[in-house]
């Protein structure tokens, strides 16, 4: 694990790789990024390097064996955030939508099922219920009688 003497994201990175003895050729083939942009990410809070999106920064993050409160804490200052025009506060706030939407979504489902179960009780029990109480004799001699009849004739 990275400890917090890495002063940039990018540095972390890379010496977490090299301590690995994981060149970036084989990183690459990995994590399925590019070797430019792995040399980017390990530039990263420098002019020339480029911060990796959450989704390739949580692979980076396993392989590597990079503690995430880590990464956030090299990512916090503010300054270097403005400079790479790079904030997870944004990414943070999506997610959160992401998730108001999920919950939103299983809620509607929740009471449609509701719904559903209480028009079923309004209904009454479903004909081939196993449930449903066994029709009474004289139910059951109200429907032969009536399966019986000659149509008109009474």
């Known amino acids: 694990m990275v400890e ?3 002063t940039t994201l990018g540095e972390a990175i890379r010496w977490s790789r090299e301590q690995k003895g994981i060149n ?3 990183l690459a083939r990995i994590t399925g990024i590019s070797p430019n942009t792995l040399v980017k990410y ?3 809070q420098l002019p020339d390097g480029k911060i990796p999106s959450l989704p390739k920064m949580v692979t980076l993050a ?3 064996e990079l503690d995430p409160r880590m990464i956030f804490e090299l990512l916090d200052d503010p300054q270097k955030q403005i400079e790479n025009k790079f904030s997870f506060s944004t990414h943070f706030e999506k997610i959160t939508d992401q998730l108001s939407e999920m919950v939103s979504s299983v809620r509607d489902v929740e009471q449609r ?3 559903l179960e209480n028009t079923d009780k309004q209904n009454g029990p479903d004909q081939n219920d196993p449930d449903r109480p066994e029709k009474s004799t004289n139910e059951t001699e109200a429907v032969e009688a009536a399966s019986t009849r000659k149509p008109g004739g009474d």
């Open 24 to 26: 970036r050729t084989k």
């Open 42 to 44: 390990e530039k990263a």
């Open 4 to 6: 917090k003497i890495k």
């Open 113 to 115: 099922i509701r719904e």
């Open 62 to 64: 396993r392989i590597l």
